[in-house]
């Protein structure tokens, strides 16, 4: 049971965390390859698409094919760049607003957020996923009755506005952004990420190891010192 005292503010992470790693690894990376041809070859000089475009290194922009061989590469070598997260974002667009993309939370998520929804305990989402795509994510989700779940959440964080999520300088600039929520200790950081647990800790916030069904196992080594909760129901949140 992760038993938490003088909580203010939840911070999440998303992949592993609140939906199956295999979401993000099997069904929305594939998509945005699968679309990226189609999306080159009709909106390469598109007023929308250039911002992408351009973000991206000059020598691997200068034709469409150039440009989607980067992307292959950078995406089989599983590379959290600040440019690709962004293009990955916009072509998964076209995937929720069609139907054909909706983010499977595991059970417990939706009733554990708005739960502390209603406790008036906000919600603030820091992932490796751009910004964006966070929202994207959280728009369209199968929780019924509301799939758009953005009212619930505060605050959005990424690599690009925080900084890497394994580095404690991280976690105090999200907390310095929001100081009406209090010091770090009354912040609560969830993540399957053990490094990214103890980053949090570090900066002197609260924080669970998230061990979902698809996650990768727990060392011994990992769980010392840590909290292990399979379910968000587990938690217990005293307010501060």
Excluded at 24 to 39: C, N, Q, R
Excluded at 42 to 68: G, L, N
Aim: glycine fraction near 4%; hydrophobic fraction near 40%.
């Amino acid at each position: 049971m992760g038993e938490c005292e003088n909580v203010r503010v939840v911070l999440l992470d998303i992949e592993g965390t609140v939906c199956p790693i295999s979401f993000v690894k099997d069904v929305l990376f594939p998509y945005a390859l699968e679309v990226l041809p189609s999306t080159l070859a009709t909106q390469w000089d598109s007023p929308s698409f250039e911002p992408y475009r351009a973000a991206f290194p000059a020598e691997h922009r200068t034709t469409p094919e150039t440009f989607s061989r980067h992307v292959q590469d950078l995406m089989s070598r599983d590379l959290k760049l600040p440019y690709l997260k962004s293009l990955q974002g916009y072509l998964w667009l076209q995937g929720y607003e069609s139907g054909a993309l909706r983010c499977p939370l595991f059970p417990d998520v939706y009733p554990a957020l708005e739960s502390w929804h209603r406790l008036s305990i906000p919600i603030i989402i820091y992932s490796s996923g751009s910004v964006p795509a966070q929202r994207l994510l959280f728009q369209y989700t199968n929780a019924t009755p509301s799939a758009d779940l953005r009212p619930l959440i505060t605050d959005y964080f990424d690599t690009v506005n925080a900084g890497p999520k394994i580095e404690k300088e991280s976690y105090v600039k999200i907390a310095s952004q929001h100081p009406e929520f209090g010091s770090p200790g009354e912040w609560l950081f969830l993540s399957d990420n053990v490094r990214e647990v103890d980053a949090a800790k570090e900066a002197g916030m609260q924080s669970l190891v998230v061990l979902r069904e698809g996650n990768a196992p727990l060392s011994e080594k990992d769980t010392e010192g840590n909290h292990v909760i399979q379910s968000f129901a587990a938690i217990t949140i005293k307010k501060a």
